[in-house]
């Protein structure tokens, strides 16, 4: 894999959206067709086990993708399909955090996950002592089998500036009719939700 540049990186993140239209399933059915104006979509995967260490201590382990919106083409049942024809170059960005006692803190990984500063590596690993917290960051190119579906539960879009990082509820999306915000709770679940994602 190819390491990404900063700059493109940040363009992801940055850069006003603009593609093709996307189709968006509601619990009631309704589909939402227009272009997913939000930069990034999250999808979120919260999962926790015995310390090996000590068993009597839970360990949290939480994965975040955060996916282009505008390279979004269907989010349905089947969970969130990419278009066949996006740009190679733009990266998607997978953090994997885990912290013992308590789950991690989302701003904290969000911040530092998105953070990419002058001479640090694309691609890393980092562990704190208080909390004891370790993240790791890999970023590489949407070129993921084309019929790829990602399938860990939808999140929401990131928001915010460098130091202050969170998820909004809902997704904003410019349809015929106008700009319109659906929330994350009114999309259809994915079926595949509990299930383990391919990497």
């Known amino acids: 894999m190819k390491r990404m540049s900063r700059a493109l990186i940040?363009?992801?993140?940055?850069?006003?959206?603009?593609?093709?239209?996307?189709?968006?399933?509601?619990?009631?059915g309704q589909i939402v067709e227009g272009t997913i104006i939000s930069r990034m979509i999250v999808l979120k995967r919260l999962e926790q086990s015995p310390s090996k260490d000590n068993p009597a201590n839970m360990v949290y382990s939480v994965t975040y993708w955060l996916l282009p919106g505008k390279d979004i083409q269907v989010i349905d049942e089947d969970g969130v399909h990419m278009t066949k024809?996006?740009?190679?170059?733009?990266?998607?960005?997978?953090?994997?955090?885990?912290?013992t006692g308590t789950p991690p803190d989302e701003g904290v990984v969000l911040v530092e996950g998105l953070a990419f500063r002058g001479?640090?590596?694309?691609?890393?690993?980092?562990?704190?002592?208080?909390?004891d917290m370790f993240l790791a960051r890999r970023v590489a190119p949407l070129n993921l089998n084309p019929d790829?579906?990602?399938?860990?539960?939808?999140?929401?879009?990131?928001?915010?500036?460098?130091?202050?990082?969170?998820?909004?509820?809902?997704?904003?999306?410019?349809?015929?009719?106008?700009?319109?915000?659906?929330?994350?709770?009114?999309i259809v679940d994915f079926k595949q939700k509990t299930e383990k994602t391919e990497k």
């Open 10 to 28: 940040v363009a992801v993140l940055l850069f006003a959206v603009s593609g093709d239209a996307a189709t968006i399933k509601k619990k009631d």
């Open 148 to 186: 790829h579906v990602f399938t860990d539960p939808l999140a929401g879009p990131v928001n915010g500036t460098p130091t202050t990082y969170w998820i909004d509820p809902g997704i904003r999306v410019k349809t015929k009719q106008g700009e319109i915000n659906i929330p994350v709770s009114e």
């Open 119 to 131: 001479g640090e590596k694309v691609n890393f690993q980092k562990q704190w002592e208080k909390p």
């Open 85 to 99: 024809d996006r740009d190679p170059a733009v990266a998607v960005i997978l953090l994997v955090a885990s912290q």
